[in-house]
């Protein structure tokens, strides 16, 4: 008996308790007493070879009507209420008593009484073979039954049971219904912001919507169900990807074929956001323009605001950053705090805080970094107090963009590391992304060169996978200036020379100055300073062009200090005084900073021109002097007692004297004359 009961099983414990209640079902094992005995001729008896087999002979051996009842409560699922369990056998019976026997047969067991007398399968496998065994026309009423009876239950509470109902229809070949169902179920899938879920169950809905005969309920509803499906497929896998175009464009062809203004709005949303990411501003500025001619149409506030709110965002990337402003302000004028919780759930996120966000970069651009920072932190602030995934990933990454801009390390490493964790637990692939490259720049410039490049270019591999171009010219910058701080300058050109060309064929011009102020200053490194200059000359016309006082700034430096070198102190401080006087505020910011103190060098080194070059000639001894003399004579040009054989000389000399000295009080006398060039 031992070897003909293991030999079945091969030692799983669950098997072999099946095989014991097998073979007492069958009456091969008897109790005689307190002692379980063997028939004479139970080695003859034929035991089924399969899991499957063993559970169902247990089956085949109950009363008709016990079996019919496991075979209903194996349709509603691995766990039934009693309540639904009688309302679905539709008929008279002991059903208290036939529970009671499967329980005894330990087939099922009670698993609870509150809220209600709740019964579970004692193991799937049990479960799923009895339902597999149930014939295909039987099995297909008993789900039309049990999904009647759960609506007739539970009808004040029904959303509890939208998948249920959904299964149930769906394996009753009840397609109308089955479709309504999937929908509300998909629909409550993103509002717990299970997108995966979401994508299967509207997907699903498609899917049978395509057995029906066309028609115009059938569009109606085709419609409905691919707009729904729009966010989840967007959050999931990306603006980019090609199921979101597709899907997006077969929505607006719908909306335009059965005239829902409104859901074709919706799919212009989309497919707005699609060209934005895949083919970049330019490619969505027409259809920014079209949100907004059907978004006057209709005069409806929501759909107003966010038309007004993605145009924004498309005049921001093109480095329009005036009129991405003015764009943020109506948008925020239109908003209606009544539909907040309404545009998240049909548009992915909350329009006043995209509004905000784009105004705080704008802002920046533009030259006000105070207000820039504060905006970006109202807009973290509501945010978090919505509590909505996606929304507080996206303001997390482009307040970090802000605080990468302002060149606030820690606020970057910060925001970055949260937007890294959400992103990885929800499955934002587009922010996983954008997340990695910048904790990476973030390790990069804390000095950590190897690990945070590497990060660089696993975040930026994987944008390109998802085909985030509005964002991809910003990080090949970053990552360029991270080679370029690493000394690697062929490699910071090639980036460089990528990310520009990628700005000329998108249209995403808002990083286009700081690309070609990087470039200059890694062609510096390369010494060659007439290809610098011109880089440099570059930046600051793009930067008036946007009217982006920022990156004015900061290319005015780079040239300053250039012309620094060459002697034309006065030259430099006539182009950066203007530029440093207009700003109004953010005079703690590090650029602000650094072009104060390099004004108070210019000044200097213009008044102290004559007297050091004076004492150069005269050969005085101070070893200050001499060093920086023999620096000017290879960087500027004038004769000098010193010779400097290479310029990676050069590079360490002037990295000892700035990090050895204190600059602010030597600049103050005339013992030590400015010829190098202040570069922090």
């Not at 008896?45 to 089956?59: F, W």
């Not at 789900?143 to 769906?170: F, K, N, P, S, W």
Request: one cysteine or more.
């Amino acid at each position: 008996m031992r070897e003909l009961i293991l030999s079945q099983p091969q030692g799983n414990p669950f098997l072999i308790e099946e095989v014991v209640r097998s073979l007492i079902d069958a009456g091969s094992v008897y109790r005689e007493g307190d002692v379980w005995r063997a028939r004479e001729d139970v080695g003859l008896a034929t035991m089924p070879e399969s899991v499957q087999g063993i559970i169902l002979s247990r089956v085949d051996h109950l009363e008709q009507g016990w079996k019919y009842v496991l075979q209903v409560a194996a349709a509603i699922g691995r766990v039934f209420r009693q309540r639904v369990l009688a309302l679905a056998l539709g008929q008279e019976m002991e059903l208290e008593q036939a529970l009671w026997e499967l329980e005894e047969r330990a087939l099922i067991y009670q698993e609870r009484t509150v809220p209600e007398v709740e019964y579970s399968f004692k193991h799937v496998l049990t479960q799923e073979a009895v339902y597999q065994n149930i014939p295909q026309r039987q099995r297909r009423s008993i789900h039309q039954q049990v999904a009647e009876a759960i609506v007739t239950l539970y009808r004040e509470g029904l959303d509890e049971y939208y998948e249920q109902l959904a299964h149930h229809y769906d394996q009753s070949g009840d397609t109308e219904h089955a479709i309504e169902y999937l929908f509300r179920a998909g629909e409550k899938a993103k509002r717990r912001y299970a997108n995966e879920e979401a994508i299967t169950l509207l997907s699903r809905g498609l899917e049978l919507l395509r057995s029906l005969p066309e028609s115009p309920e059938r569009a109606r509803r085709e419609l409905d169900l691919l707009v729904a499906l729009g966010v989840p497929l967007v959050l999931a896998k990306g603006h980019a990807a090609p199921e979101v175009e597709r899907t997006y464009a077969r929505a607006r062809a719908l909306s335009e074929q059965v005239g829902d203004v409104r859901q074709g709005f919706d799919a212009l949303v989309g497919l707005r956001r699609f060209y934005l990411h895949r083919e970049g501003p330019r490619a969505a500025y027409e259809l920014g323009e079209r949100l907004l001619t059907l978004a006057h149409s209709t005069s409806d506030p929501l759909q107003l605001s966010w038309a007004h709110a993605l145009q924004a965002e498309t005049l921001y990337f093109l480095g329009a950053f005036a009129q991405a402003r003015e764009h943020c302000e109506e948008g925020l004028v239109f908003y209606d705090p009544q539909q907040g919780r309404a545009d998240v759930s049909l548009y992915g996120n909350d329009v006043r805080i995209g509004c905000r966000l784009v105004r705080a970069l704008a802002l920046w651009h533009l030259g006000y970094p105070d207000q820039a920072v504060r905006g970006a932190d109202e807009a973290l602030a509501l945010a978090q107090e919505l509590s909505h995934p996606f929304t507080l990933v996206f303001t997390l990454h482009f307040s970090a963009v802000l605080h990468q801009l302002c060149r606030q390390v820690q606020a970057v490493q910060e925001h970055e590391e949260a937007v890294v964790r959400i992103s990885a637990e929800r499955g934002f692939s587009l922010y996983l992304a954008f997340g990695t490259a910048l904790r990476g720049w973030v390790l990069a410039a804390q000095g950590q060169e190897d690990e945070g490049l590497r990060q660089m270019e696993e975040g930026i591999a994987a944008l390109r996978s998802v085909r985030g171009a509005a964002m991809l010219s910003h990080l090949l910058a970053s990552l360029a200036e991270a080679y370029g701080r690493a000394g690697k300058a062929e490699r910071a050109l090639s980036l460089l020379d990528e990310a520009l060309s990628l700005a000329e064929a998108t249209g995403g011009c808002f990083w286009e100055a700081e690309l070609y102020r990087l470039k200059g200053e890694t062609l510096l490194e390369k010494g060659e300073e007439a290809e610098a200059e011109a880089c440099f000359e570059q930046a600051l016309a793009v930067a008036r062009r946007q009217q982006a006082r920022s990156w004015e700034l900061r290319a005015a430096m780079s040239l300053g200090r250039l012309w620094q070198r060459q002697g034309k102190w006065e030259e430099a401080r006539q182009l950066l005084k203007p530029i440093y006087d207009w700003f109004s505020e953010g005079f703690g910011t590090a650029d602000l900073q650094e072009a104060r103190a390099l004004l108070d060098v210019l000044s200097h080194d213009h008044q102290a021109h004559g007297r050091g070059q004076q004492r150069i000639r005269s050969g005085i001894r101070n070893p200050c002097l001499k060093l920086t003399s023999a620096l000017r004579h290879w960087i500027i040009g004038p004769e000098g007692p010193f010779q400097v054989q290479t310029a990676n000389s050069i590079r360490r000399l002037s990295r000892i004297v700035n990090q050895a000295r204190d600059w602010k009080s030597l600049s103050q006398t005339d013992k030590c004359p400015q010829a190098l060039d202040y570069r922090p």
